[in-house]
T-cell receptor, first 114, second 112 residues
Framework: AQSVSQHNHHVILSEAASLELGCNYSYGGTVNLFWYVQYPGQHLQLLLKYFSGDPLVKGIKGFEAEFIKSKFSFNLRKPSVQWSDTAEYFC????????????FGTGTLLAVQP | DGGITQSPKYLFRKEGQNVTLSCEQN?????MYWYRQDPGQGLRLIYY???????QKGDIAEGYSVSREKKESFPLTVTSAQKNPTAFYLC???????????FGSGTRLTVV
């Protein structure tokens, strides 16, 4: 069965620090990859997505992610975090087929200290 | 504005009672989904529907039921058979294969 692993459950950073959140998936075929963010008290929002083409994907609010097929990874990065980036981040994979089901990771809770 | 509306935001029920969570979308999306979110477990798929009058079980469908009589609506019933119903429930919709989801704001169900 397909699965998604997010190894960092809690991350605490100071403002201006660089961020990298890990995401690995288990599926050997074509995948669509997503990062969602959930700010405190708000609904899940799409940060960025990868379908095909350039493996370096840029999203909203200065986030980017790199798809490395050989490592089955789709890590999220941001060069300099802000206090407002405090949120929970979810990686998700759609392994194709007709159903468009998204498989989500367990999430990473990021706390940015001012 | 187009979007997904989940109601109510908070719901309290006594153990042994069935409860129905509402999800309505005006995005004209064919596909709709119900997820359950628990701390440290991410989002787990309960049921999904790709088209009106059709739906499939997700990974944790036991104790839940759904209907899809209209394109706009995908209500979820949490039955008394669900052993651990207290959770945050998220509804989502999608244009179809390869597209991401639009999520509602969720319903927090507490069973006492």
């Amino acid at each position: 069965a397909q699965s998604v692993s997010q190894h960092n459950h809690h991350v605490i950073l100071s403002e201006a620090a660089s961020l990298e959140l890990g995401c690995n998936y288990s599926y050997g075929g074509t995948v669509n990859l997503f990062w969602y963010v959930q700010y405190p008290g708000q609904h899940l929002q799409l940060l960025l997505k990868y379908f095909s083409g350039d493996p370096l994907v840029k999203g909203i609010k200065g986030f980017e992610a790199e798809f490395i097929k050989s490592k089955f990874s789709f890590n999220l990065r941001k060069p300099s975090v802000q206090w407002s980036d405090t949120a929970e981040y979810f990686c998700a994979v759609n392994a194709g087929g007709a159903t468009n089901k998204l498989i989500f990771g367990t999430g990473t809770l990021l706390a940015v200290q001012p | 504005d187009g979007g997904i509306t989940q109601s109510p935001k908070y719901l309290f029920r006594k153990e042994g009672q069935n409860v129905t969570l509402s999800c309505e979308q005006n995005l004209n999306h064919d596909a709709m989904y119900w997820y359950r979110q628990d701390p440290g477990q991410g989002l787990r798929l309960i049921y999904y529907s790709q088209i009106v009058n059709d739906f499939q079980k997700g990974d944790i469908a036991e104790g839940y039921s759904v209907s899809r009589e209209k394109k706009e609506s995908f209500p979820l019933t949490v039955t008394s058979a669900q052993k651990n119903p207290t959770a945050f429930y998220l509804c989502a919709s999608s244009m179809g294969q390869g597209w991401g989801y639009t999520f509602g704001s969720g319903t927090r169900l507490t069973v006492v």
